[in-house]
């Protein structure tokens, strides 16, 4: 299936010169959505994969269905002060500024074999910092799995050492 099709390009938003990768057409249609997800599902099957962690939000569209097909728990990574109970936190560079992310500090065991999950990779800030807080909280990255990489951003470099998969490709 030709999932690239499904993704709408919507130029120059949020700001002028970003290409934006809108997903929404894809999850949109419900055989499309569920085929990524069951071909997403039969690559992990088999690696022993204890949880799905994913960053809010767009991370929660795909980590969910994909913890629920394989039948194991999902770990959400929500942005400072959403979460109820105790954390650990990572405070991360952007452009412009900082962000923290956090989860629940025994939302798994110690050692517990991680995929994480996400919509996009660009620039790999947002996603090594979820790397690094789940290995903070004593977890094990198995795997990183994104729909769409751009890969003029060079985002894997962040991620060396990691398997990194995604479904479809565009420069920037
Ligand atoms: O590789 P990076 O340069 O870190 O960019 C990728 C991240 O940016 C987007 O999330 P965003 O922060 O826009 O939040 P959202 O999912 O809530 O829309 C996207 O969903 C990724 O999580
Ligand atoms: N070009 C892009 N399209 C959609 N989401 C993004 N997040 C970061 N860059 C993006």
């Keep these: ?6 993704i709408r390009i919507i130029e120059d938003f ?10 929404t057409t894809l999850i949109g249609n419900g055989p499309v959505f569920r085929t990524l997800i069951d071909n997403m599902a039969d690559k992990l099957r088999g ?15 795909f980590g969910v269905p994909l913890a629920y097909a394989l039948g194991v728990g999902f770990i959400p ?5 959403k979460l109820p109970a105790e954390t650990v936190a990572i405070t991360y560079d952007l452009e412009y500024g900082s962000d ?10 110690k050692g517990a074999r991680i995929a994480l999950v996400d919509d996009l990779l660009a620039t790999g800030g947002t996603i ?15 795997s990183v799995d994104f729909i769409i990489e751009l890969t003029g951003l060079k985002g894997r470099d962040k991620l060396d050492g990691y398997s990194v998969e995604s479904v479809v490709q565009y420069e920037f």
Excluded: W
């Design 1 to 6: 299936m030709d999932f690239k099709e499904k």
């Design 14 to 23: 949020p700001v002028e010169g970003i290409s934006f990768k809108d997903i």
């Design 47 to 61: 690696q022993n994969i204890d949880y799905i962690a994913g960053p809010e939000a767009r991370g929660f569209i």
């Design 77 to 81: 990574i929500r942005k400072r002060g």
């Design 100 to 109: 923290t992310l956090e989860i629940h500090k025994d939302s798994f065991e």
């Design 128 to 142: 090594s910092a979820c790397a690094r807080l789940i290995e903070l909280a004593g977890g094990e990255i198995a």
